[in-house]
C-alpha cells in the first residue's frame, strides 16, 4: 500500500497537473477480458487529456510501447480525448 501511495503522491506532484489541478479522475483499468491493464489514469475533463501511467519496481521492465498499445484500447472509451503516456518506477521515488 505504502508504494502506490508514494506512486499517487508523484503523480499529485507531477508539474503539469499541479499547475491545472483540473483532473477529477484517477485510478486504474482493466478490459473485461483481463488481457490489457493500466496501473493509473487521470482524466481531465475540462481538457479533455488524460495521463496514463505504466508503474513497475525496475524501471528497465517498464514497456512504454505496450503502454500505448493499451492506451489505445482504453482511449475508444474517450473519444475526442488526448493522452500522454509515462512510466513510473521505484527510481521516480
Known sequence: MAIKLTVVKLILSDVSLQEKAQFIKI???WDKKSQNEIDIITV???EKKC???EVKRQQKK???TKTHE????????????SYTVKG???EDM
Open 70 to 81: 493499451k492506451a489505445d484500447i482504453f482511449m475508444q472509451n474517450l473519444p475526442g480525448y
Open 88 to 90: 513510473l518506477s521505484m
Open 44 to 46: 481531465n475533463d475540462f
Open 62 to 64: 517498464i514497456n512504454l
Open 27 to 29: 485510478g486504474g483499468w
Open 51 to 53: 495521463q496514463i501511467y
